[in-house]
């Protein structure tokens, strides 16, 4: 079945490393998307890329990068840089180009310890 | 700034009723509307788009309207079932080149037996 595999689901970071979160699609899709999800906020998107070899900055962007090396793939590095990197992170893909519906992975949870 | 609105205190109905959900937006001009559906810990589910020209879309129980005088969309959910309960969100998109998809910040239906 195709979709989007996010891991690892829990990851626990200690002050000042840097961690990085998977995301992987088999879905074809040209372009891909990191949102933070933290209580009582929306979705606030984090980097997206339409195509391979390019990403553009979000909304909050600080404290946070990517690569897109692969159609399939966009790991996303918390680095230390990042103040309050606690949330839930989302990797959600689309075909891009139309407006449809994105497809998410179920996302990983991280905590700083 | 633009801002997204979504009701942020739970809807509690009754198993067999018609769930309303409201999406109202300000100084925002989107040509998509998108609603999601969220299961606690999950990544959301996209259930349906309707775009500004279209009043009114449905999708076996589901049924979204858009309008763009109002600024609002709502979402209804016709016979509802327990199974229903999650936290529906809400995203906006422009219609022109790339654009982000704009969430907002969910309102959780809770349906009763």
């Known amino acids: 079945d195709g979709g989007i595999t996010q891991s690892p689901k829990y990851l626990f970071r200690k002050e000042g490393q840097n961690v990085t979160l998977s995301c992987e699609q088999n879905?074809?899709?040209?372009?891909m998307y990191w949102y933070r999800q933290d209580p009582g906020q929306g979705l606030r998107l984090i980097y997206y890329?339409?195509?391979?070899?390019?990403?553009q900055k979000g909304d909050i962007a600080e404290g946070y990068s990517v690569s897109r090396e692969k159609k399939e793939s966009f790991p996303l590095t918390v680095t230390s840089a990042q103040k309050n990197p606690t949330a839930f992170y989302l990797c959600?893909?689309?075909?891009?180009?139309?407006?449809?519906?994105?497809?998410f992975g179920s996302g990983t949870r991280l905590t700083v310890v | 700034s633009q801002k997204i609105e979504q009701n942020s205190e739970a809807l509690n109905i009754q198993e067999g009723k018609t769930a309303t959900l409201t999406c109202n937006y300000t100084?925002?001009?989107?040509?998509?509307l998108q609603w999601y559906r969220q299961d606690p810990g999950r990544g959301p589910v996209f259930l349906l788009l309707?775009?500004?020209?279209?009043k009114e879309k449905r999708k076996e129980r589901l049924k979204v309207t858009f309008d763009t005088t109002l600024k609002q969309s709502l979402f209804h959910i016709t016979a509802s079932q327990p199974a229903d309960s999650a936290t529906y969100l809400c995203?906006?998109?422009?219609?022109?080149?790339?654009?982000?998809?704009?969430f907002g910040t969910g309102t959780r239906l809770l349906v009763s037996p």
């Open positions: 959600a893909s689309s075909i891009g180009g139309r407006r449809e519906g994105y497809t």
């Open positions: 879905l074809n899709h040209d372009a």
């Open positions: 890329s339409q195509i391979v070899n390019d990403f």
């Open positions: 100084n925002y001009s989107p040509a998509y």
């Open positions: 309707i775009r500004e020209n279209e």
């Open positions: 995203a906006l998109q422009r219609g022109t080149g790339f654009q982000k998809l704009v």
